[in-house]
């Protein structure tokens, strides 16, 4: 008993131990019963005067649909999953499987799946307990792929192991996916079989294109010092190793980063908090920590990845990773740094990442879980609740998202979180466009970059059921404003002549027109003057200040875009010294763009003049006649429009945050004039 004991007590069986005997030997499955029988008793509890399910019999399959038992623990303060048993099988058998209810520990043994559900009406039927249940098709897909062929595989897949009609458990289940996903021995990662692999294949021109560049370049990279990836092939059987600037590896990263999965919220949580992580694409098997660190390798280089765009999905699931580990996660950080993701369930932007809040209070939770209640109402009580947590003001500070709010009943200072702010921009910073306030950075809690209310606090205060009252007061007023920076897009298409060419096309039209923009923005801003900022600077240099918020001076990599784009909007040779960088980067090996402005914080804003002639960088949303305000507790300014007619006086609709240069550090705050102010 004690042998059974220590064997149960095992890791779960990894495609890596076959290859690699450090780490780990393949041994019996560690959750296993003496008679599929004794499942029914444990997962489906009969109630009185209900039928009771029998056991699962291979050769008597009973054709009805499955149905669950509620899952509670009325003799234990642990609570309970249901974890699966993966039967194993070959690919064109029927996918089998059965549930056992179980105590959530540390001591469990198995793997949990993560992977995109898809469309909620492509379903697919696999048999559990004997019985039919319809299960996203791409899980049925992702478990096909994952069963061994001569033994069961201990599982945790979310669409079945949580009844999916209970919304009841649904909500004590969330609370739970952080401790499932981090007590699992490994994360699975499904992106797609073989035959969706296919659909991703290439042009023979644009797969020549690829090999002949990656032939050139590899001449230039150190090979030696590279990582090597791991793969594991399941035709075969075998592990091998590539090169991350392989053209194997190259191609397979083209067509993985691309998949649905990484801009999913939920996968966020379910890596960040894992041990292990190992990704099925195709027949390969990939470790996640191999593909971070070939990734992290080949960003180095100033190589044209045909996958760069999708690198921000990616990299920012790995950095909340170290933001996890390091346990000073806040909820509006967290939510800022995954605007980008889609959830078929609105509420779910908000529950997804509350798993990664916070660690070292011991709280599973920082929100309530509710599928019953509203998207606005969820989304009210989150905006009050990060108010009062951070006493700040700094929730209504946000990067500006072109695509507006389909909630019409929702107040302009609570943030809509469904919007998703995921483009085919590319940016240098990771995650993207920052907020004014900074509040993604975890360390800018103790440290803000901006005190324009000289670190006054805030408590939130209501007047019935929506306006928000502040304490401020209108400083200035905006009477010019430039166009709407839109970002440069860069060439991430590849499969086909016709489609690379379009891509060009594309990515030179609008480095041309934000060309023309930065002109405007200059003549917002009079840099042609010879008189001085209120700053005692140049109009020049307090332009150039306004367009970094202030981080010229901080990032040598900033100082030469902004350097490029001065001299390129020059007259009369600008245009003439634009082609000609354009070439020679191009014929060099080197970026025409460093890509720092837009991913700063520039995009999706404009250059604003105000009244009193200060200079400013705000919302795309921003108009003449918007009001300058400083509020106590929020350490930029806001941009705030006046409500109309018929509606009270001193009440306000938010517009955004800006960036105000000569004002960001206190020096026009004054108390004395601060009175409430009600935000509808």
Known sequence: MQL????????????????????????????????????????????????THTGFNPLCRDISTLRYNPLDSPQSTRPFIRLLELYPGRASNQVEASLKEVSLSSELEYEAVSYCWGDPKDVSTILCNGQQLHVPRRL???????????????????????????NA???????????????????LIFLGDAEEKQTHKMSKFALWTVQFGLSIFKRRVDLLASPQVRVWDGNDGRCRTVDPFSYEFYLELIGMLRMPWFQRAWVVQEVAVSAKATIFWGSSQYDWEDVIKSLKFMSQFYFPLAFIVTLENISTIEEERTFYRIGQNRLNGVLLRHQRCLATDPRDKIYSFCGLVETSSGRHNPVRISYEDDVGTIYREVALKILDEDQSLDLLSRPPALAGSRMNNLPSWVPDWSISSASTL????????????????PSSKETPRFAASRGAKYSPKLSGADALIVEGYQFDKIVEIGPIFEGVQIPNTVRSLPEIAREWKRCLSTLYRARNLFVRWQQVADVRSHGLYITGETMREAFLQTLSAAEINDSERLQLELELWDKGTS??????????????????NRPFLLFEIQGRYALHRRVVRTQGGLLGLASHATEV???????????????????????????????????????????AFDDDKCQNILIK
């Open 169 to 187: 458990e649904k909500e004590s289940q969330v609370q739970l996916m952080r401790t499932i996903f981090s007590n699992a021995q490994r994360t």
């Open 571 to 588: 007259f009369p040779f600008g245009l003439m010294y634009s082609a000609f960088v354009l070439v020679r980067n191009f014929l060099t």
């Open 4 to 51: 059974a004991a220590r064997r149960a007590r095992r890791s779960i069986l990894s495609p890596w131990s076959l290859a690699l005997p450090n780490l780990g030997k393949r041994v019996e499955p560690v959750l296993r019963w003496h008679s599929y029988s004794s499942i029914t008793s444990q997962v489906f509890r009969s109630q009185p005067g209900e039928k």
């Open 426 to 441: 590319t940016y240098a910073r990771g995650h993207g466009p920052l907020s004014l306030a900074g509040v993604e950075v």
């Open 140 to 166: 049925e897909v992702a478990l096909r792929n994952m069963r061994y062929l001569e033994r069961t595989r201990m599982l945790w897949a979310d669409a079945i192991c949580i009844n999916q009609s209970d």
């Open 625 to 667: 006649g918007d009001e300058v305000v400083i509020c106590k507790g929020s350490s930029v300014p806001l941009i705030m429009r006046r409500c109309g007619e018929g509606e009270g006086e001193g009440e306000f609709r938010l517009i955004g945050d800006a960036y105000v240069h000569g004002i960001m550090r206190g020096e």
